[in-house]
């Protein structure tokens, strides 16, 4: 999917979350964000250019899951569902370890649409 199709499916959202290596540090290395209606989810490294496709991720067994390790989801995945702790995170997460900073900004764009303080209930 593209960036601008992505930016439409936004206002779809069922969860999201970011991944913190770092325990109860406000800063991020990945989000996820989940469309469980719709079966999939997209990932977004920050460590990488922000991708021209965005490819959708199936989700997986009976609870419709991310498919990613368990130490993973354990550990490092936190789910957030309130705007400004979102944007919070992706400001903190400008310059963190091998973040790319336009990968950054352009995550942030997409929540550019929401004008209530949660962005899924």
């Known amino acids: 999917m593209r960036y601008s199709k992505l930016q439409v499916e936004m206002s779809n959202i069922t969860a999201l979350l970011f991944t913190q290596?770092?325990?109860?540090?406000?800063?991020?290395?990945?989000i996820w964000i989940k469309f469980r209606n719709s079966g999939y989810y997209v990932y977004i490294n920050f460590e990488q250019p922000f991708p021209k496709i965005i490819e959708k991720q199936k989700?997986?067994?009976?609870?419709?899951?991310?498919?990613?390790?368990?130490?993973?989801?354990?550990?490092?995945?936190?789910?957030?569902?309130?705007?400004?702790?979102?944007?919070?995170?992706?400001?903190?997460?400008?310059?963190?370890r091998g973040n790319f900073n336009d990968t950054i900004e352009?995550?942030?764009?997409?929540?550019?649409?929401?004008t209530e303080p949660y962005l899924y209930y």
């Not at 290596?21 to 990945?30: H, L, N, S």
């Not at 352009?106 to 929401?114: A, G, R, V």
Request: glycine share 4%.
């Open 21 to 30: 290596p770092k325990a109860q540090d406000y800063r991020a290395t990945e």
């Open 59 to 96: 989700l997986v067994g009976a609870g419709n899951s991310l498919n990613c390790s368990d130490y993973k989801k354990d550990n490092e995945l936190i789910q957030y569902a309130k705007k400004s702790e979102v944007i919070d995170i992706l400001d903190n997460s400008i310059s963190f």
């Open 106 to 114: 352009k995550t942030k764009k997409l929540f550019d649409l929401f």
